[in-house]
């Protein structure tokens, strides 16, 4: 099959093995893909993956060991999870102690002609939701996850850090639960964007921060952004931190022992949730979406999704 395969380096193989049959009872053609943040930073060497890259896909069940999945057009969730081990028993299977993940973890990813899953990790895409918006469905439930990690009721200071993919999903994500957000980025295209949408927006060159803010949602993907919610948070406030950034500096971490601030991992999030909200269209995907390339095109297109501005990349598979 063709597809895009990182080993030190990223090439387009067009005869790479097709996916090994241990990989999942359900093999997947994909119709498109797209590149986020994760698959970047992995081509500079986050998580030592090797193999094909990406995560975010639809596609059409090829066949499965469940038959009423074959033929539909479905997503995926990434994490392929044992569940046996304590941490699935309790609950807590997205981080099974012996996962792979999709694209990321020693599991070969979308960015290819096909993809084996097990079919309890799909989801049937309703007609409602193109391929263009289902491809969002994975970054999305990444967004639905801030709100089953924080309570945000009479939370009146929350800011968004970051203007970029995963910025702009969050923040649509907490306005529509009528949370007074408002997105600091340094994109005056992308900021426009959220005016659009009714969401406030300030250049982070404005911003002079004042210990102030109840939430931040970290989203930026750098180290100085992890910096400047430091600054931005009030005593006894909440950083919600998404990105995971490959090259890292040294940071003092003392204001979270001063502020006595609480710091929140957070990675996947619920697709039911993506995948309604996309349905009922209360979120806007087609505007960030800037580019379509082939597959063939995949290194080129990695190298243009990494460029500064650049939000949503989709890969079609023909
Ligand atoms: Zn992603
Ligand atoms: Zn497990």
């Known amino acids: 099959m063709r597809a895009l395969v990182f080993n030190q380096s990223l090439s387009y193989q067009p005869r790479h093995p097709d996916p090994a049959s241990s990989l999942g009872d359900t093999l997947i053609r994909?119709?498109?893909?797209?590149?986020?943040?994760?698959?970047?930073?992995?081509?500079?060497?986050?998580?030592?993956?090797?193999?094909?890259?990406?995560?975010?896909?639809?596609?059409?069940?090829?066949?499965?060991?469940?038959?009423?999945?074959?033929?539909?057009?479905?997503?995926?969730?990434i994490n392929v999870v044992c569940g046996r081990c304590d941490l699935?028993?309790?609950?807590?299977?997205?981080?099974?102690?012996?996962?792979?993940?999709?694209?990321?973890?020693?599991?070969?990813?979308?960015?290819?002609?096909?993809?084996?899953?097990p079919a309890m990790n799909l989801h049937v895409v309703p007609k409602s939701v193109d391929d263009d918006a289902a491809v969002f469905v994975e970054p999305l439930a990444a967004a639905f996850q801030v709100l089953k990690q924080i309570k945000l009721d009479g939370r009146k200071w929350v800011t968004v850090l970051g203007d970029g993919r995963l910025g702009l999903l969050v923040a649509q994500v907490l306005r529509n639960v009528d949370c007074p957000v408002?997105?600091?980025?340094?994109?005056?295209?992308?900021?426009?964007?959220?005016?659009?949408?009714?969401?406030?927006?300030?250049?982070?060159?404005?911003?002079?921060?004042?210990h102030d803010q109840d939430v931040v949602i970290d989203c930026t993907g750098s180290a100085s952004g992890f910096e400047m919610a430091m600054a931005m948070v009030r005593p006894r406030g909440t950083i919600v931190l998404k990105s995971?950034?490959?090259?890292?500096?040294?940071?003092?971490?003392?204001?979270?022992?001063?502020?006595?601030i609480n710091v929140i991992g957070s990675r996947c999030g619920p697709f039911r949730e993506a995948l309604r909200a996309l349905a009922e269209k209360s979120v806007d995907v087609v505007s960030l979406i800037n580019?379509?390339?082939?597959?063939?095109?995949?290194?080129?297109?990695?190298?243009?999704?990494?460029?500064?501005?650049?939000?949503?990349?989709?890969?079609t598979i023909d």
Request: with cysteine; net charge positive.
């Open 244 to 260: 995971t950034a490959a090259q890292g500096k040294p940071l003092n971490l003392a204001p979270l022992v001063i502020d006595e």
């Open 30 to 77: 994909v119709r498109q893909a797209g590149i986020c943040a994760t698959d970047l930073e992995i081509t500079k060497g986050y998580m030592g993956f090797t193999g094909v890259l990406g995560h975010e896909f639809v596609g059409e069940v090829v066949s499965s060991s469940d038959k009423d999945l074959v033929s539909q057009r479905v997503v995926g969730e």
């Open 291 to 315: 580019r379509r390339m082939r597959l063939e095109q995949g290194v080129e297109a990695i190298e243009y999704a990494g460029r500064p501005g650049v939000l949503k990349v989709l890969l």
């Open 182 to 210: 408002r997105v600091i980025g340094k994109h005056p295209d992308k900021l426009a964007i959220c005016e659009k949408w009714g969401i406030r927006s300030r250049p982070l060159a404005d911003i002079n921060p004042r």
């Open 88 to 117: 699935c028993q309790s609950g807590l299977s997205n981080h099974c102690r012996n996962r792979s993940v999709l694209g990321i973890l020693k599991h070969d990813g979308a960015f290819a002609e096909f993809i084996r899953l």
